[in-house]
Every structure is written in C-alpha cells, then in structure tokens.
C-alpha cells in the first residue's frame, strides 16, 4: 500500500500576504483620498496608523513562516516572499519619518522672524479645534529653530515695494498654493501680506503660508512664516519650503535686476 505525504500549508505566509497588500491597497487609496481632499486629515492620521501595523504584522508573519517553510518545506514561500517585499515598501515611508524626526528639530512652525513672526490671519480664522492653534514661538522653541536652522532669515532688496512684491507673485505663479492677498496692514500701510494654504509633498498634509514685505522707503524687506496644520513635528517641512521660497526669489530678483539680495542687518 503506497503512501502519500501531504503537504502543508503555512498559515502564516498565506496571513503575511494577505495583510501586505492589503496594507498597501488601504495606503494608496487612503493617500489619493486625502490628496483629493475626499478624506480629512484627521482621520487619514488614524488610517496611516493602521497600514504601519498592518505591514508590522505582514513582516512578523513573513518571519514567522520562514522556518516552516524553509526547514520543514511548506508551502508558502511564494506568499511569504511577497508579503515581506510588500511590507518593506509600505513601511519605507514610516521608517524616513522617523528618521527625519530624529534628524529634525521637534517644530512645526518656522519663521524668519522669531520676536514678531508673519500674521496667519486666514489660519486663526480657517483652523479648526483639532488642529495645532496660531501661537508665537516660545523662548524654548524660538532658540531651537536659531540653533538648528541658522540661514532661515529674512532677505532686504534694494528695490521699492511694488517692484519687490511683483518678484514674490511672480514666485508663486510657479506654486499650487492657495493664494489669500495681497493684503495691506490695518496697524501699518507700509507692509503687505500674502497667504497661503500649501501642501506637503508626499501626503499633501495643509501648511499655512505667510509671506511679509516691508516697505523701507529705497528697500524692501521680507519675512516669510510656514506653520503645519497637523502634528507637532514637520520633520523639517516648513523650513524647507521658507529656505526654498526665499531662494526662488533670489533668483527671480537676480535675474530683473542683477543684483543679491543686501545683507541682512537685523
């Protein structure tokens, strides 16, 4: 009489793939939602929580069948395989954030000017409970950001006020920023405000933009502020797009007139 030996199946391989994709599915079609604005910020937090653990338990599956599978040669190395490249992949970006939160300062918001930082007037009026209030930088915050984030400064043109306000438009004609302005001081008709709803790159989570020119008779002065909506880390966000912005318009003052911006004497 013949015998037959029947193969097994590892469970936890079948299990490691099954929650690998779907972790990914749930990751694309939840950062589309939320890039479309079909699905609040708030919620998609929650949601990017559940796709980190869902990988975590793809990768511990996937470690789990590897010894069956393996030694014993169950099948399911297929799916055990798939499962923990899929896992990789979704956990990559969780993992650059936690490496960009030990890299980066512990802020999410950053200004030119730390003693009277750019009005965020359409935030205060636009910010909902469950986000991160308009509130200047505390003596603590305010000397973390001088420490870690020295060049973040404002730039003085030697150019009037109109002509440097047609740079700074000029400027975000090349962004996808929501633009709120130019707006004129009530306290001060010597200084102009633009604002701005941004976006973070990757998840498109909302930063408020604020863009300050001072009018200084033969120059003009400009001060820039970028503050998360959401969390209490940028993972350096927002002094990226201010170092960016005030690049660009560097480059867009350089090529009207020839001429760097002075050196900032304040």
């Known amino acids: 009489m013949a ?49 980190a653990v869902l990988a975590a338990f793809a990768l511990l599956c996937a470690a ?41 300062p512990e802020l999410n918001d950053i200004s030119t000017d730390l003693d009277d930082p750019p009005a965020l007037t359409v935030a205060l ?28 400064t404002g730039r003085r043109y030697d150019l009037p006020l109109d002509r440097t306000l047609a740079a700074v438009e000029a400027v975000l004609s090349h962004t996808d920023w929501k633009l709120y302005g130019p707006m004129r001081s009530p306290d001060n008709e010597d200084e102009i405000s633009i604002e701005a709803l941004a976006y973070t ?4 989570f909302p930063v408020d933009v604020s863009i300050r020119l001072l009018d200084e008779g033969d120059t003009t002065y400009v001060d820039m502020r970028s503050a998360s909506r959401y969390g209490r880390h940028d993972l350096g966000d927002n002094a990226a797009r201010v170092r960016q912005f005030l690049d660009d318009l560097d480059a867009e003052i350089a090529d009207e007139t020839g001429e760097k911006p002075l050196p900032d004497a304040e």
């Open 3 to 51: 015998a037959y030996l029947e193969e097994r199946r590892s469970k936890s391989a079948a299990w490691s793939w099954r929650l690998a994709s779907f972790s990914a599915v749930l990751f694309i079609i939840a950062g589309l939602g939320h890039r479309y604005a079909l699905l609040e910020t708030a919620p998609f937090l929650w949601v990017l929580g559940i796709v």
């Open 64 to 104: 789990f069948a590897f010894p069956s599978v393996w030694s014993n040669g169950d099948i399911g190395g297929r799916e055990m395989t798939y499962g923990a490249i899929v896992a990789a992949f979704v956990l990559v970006p969780f993992l650059l954030s936690g490496y960009r939160a030990f890299v980066y």
């Open 125 to 152: 009026k636009t910010r909902t409970a469950g986000m991160n209030p308009v509130l200047p930088p505390s003596p603590a915050q305010a000397k973390l950001q001088a420490q870690k984030y020295p060049d973040i």
């Open 201 to 204: 790159t990757f998840l498109a």
